[in-house]
């Protein structure tokens, strides 16, 4: 997308797909909110063990969240 906004996958129909660990909820949002401002970009989901509230959509653009922590319980 641009040098500083790689997003882990982009696939068909513009769907970007971003896996977190470790990293400050704040951090991952802001990033999210960078990837949702590209034009290739029509939905965003985040893959993370990171415990956080996200949004129905940033930026106008849908957001998912796959909270692996839940996911393995």
Do not use: H, N
């Not at 290739?40 to 969240?65: D, H, Q």
């Amino acid at each position: 997308m641009t040098p500083r906004d790689r997003i882990d996958f982009l696939v068909a129909g513009g769907i970007g797909i971003e896996a977190k660990t470790r990293c400050p909820p704040r951090q991952i949002f802001r990033q999210l909110e960078r990837y949702a401002e590209q034009e290739t970009i029509s939905s965003l989901i985040l893959i993370t063990g990171t415990a956080m509230g996200l949004p129905e959509a940033v930026k106008g653009k849908p957001l998912f969240l796959v909270s692996t922590g839940r996911a393995s319980l």
